[in-house]
């Protein structure tokens, strides 16, 4: 008896439903239209400004390779960013002024270094030259310091070294340089020294030792000499 009365009653309240859940759907995607723009609108605006912030730092290392430059911390964006700018700054400021200590002390060491008579050479741990005199150059029989190789290994192809006047080859596992490297330390060690382009034949006296870091490894060599042929005449 109410079967049409019920029918017509769902079937109201399912319009009534649909209705509901589109107004409710319509009303979620607007929203979450309004967050998704929202979203979008910071993402652009935080990438924006952090990739221009980031950007002045790239240029601020590129260019502080060569040169003494500043970040302006005004122009940066984020307070974050600023204090990190403020310390690149300092940074900057206190490798410049190691690197005018170091310019100055290595000037100091030139000098002292081409006023001496003995020869100087100093390489580091590969044995690669990192300095030497011109009393090395004219020690080495060598025109220039254009002419000397920057690696020791390389010198075996200009001298040939013995233990004594007519003795032994000594390999260049045995020169000043080498057992410095290894750790061994020498005292007016006589080479016995000859050129092999021209045979020029001399003996050198050489002082060498290990250089190690405050942590005790070895980092390079140092090695000094001098002429001692005529001393060694006069002996003979």
């Not at 979450?32 to 730092?57: E, K």
């Not at 081409?114 to 580091?124: E, G, L, Q, R």
């Not at 290894?182 to 003996?203: L, Q, S």
């Amino acid at each position: 008896y109410y079967h049409d009365v019920i029918e017509t009653v769902l079937n109201e309240k399912k319009k009534e439903l649909y209705a509901g859940l589109k107004t409710g759907l319509l009303f979620q995607f607007f929203f979450l239209c309004v967050v998704a723009i929202i979203c979008f609108s910071l993402v652009r605006y935080f990438h924006r400004n952090f990739n221009r912030d980031l950007l002045m730092f790239a240029e601020f290392f590129d260019k502080s390779v060569n040169s003494t430059v500043t970040i302006d911390a005004g122009q940066l964006k984020f307070k974050e960013i600023e204090l990190l700018a403020l310390a690149a700054n300092k940074m900057s400021a206190n490798r410049h002024q190691a690197e005018m200590k170091m310019q100055e002390s290595r000037a100091k060491l030139q000098a002292a270094l081409d006023h001496m008579n003995d020869a100087v050479f100093i390489t580091d741990v590969n044995g690669t030259f990192i300095d030497f005199n011109d009393a090395f150059v004219r020690f080495c029989r060598f025109k220039n310091k254009a002419e000397c190789p920057v690696q020791f290994k390389e010198y075996h192809r200009y001298l040939e070294i013995r233990y004594s006047h007519d003795g032994e080859i000594r390999p260049p596992e045995k020169w000043a340089i080498s057992s410095a490297l290894r750790g061994e330390t020498g005292i007016n060690e006589e080479f016995y020294m000859t050129r092999k382009d021209t045979g020029e034949a001399w003996v050198g006296s050489y002082n060498y030792a290990p250089i190690r870091d405050a942590g005790g490894p070895i980092v390079g060599a140092v090695a000094t000499a001098h002429d001692i042929t005529d001393r060694k005449k006069a002996e003979d």
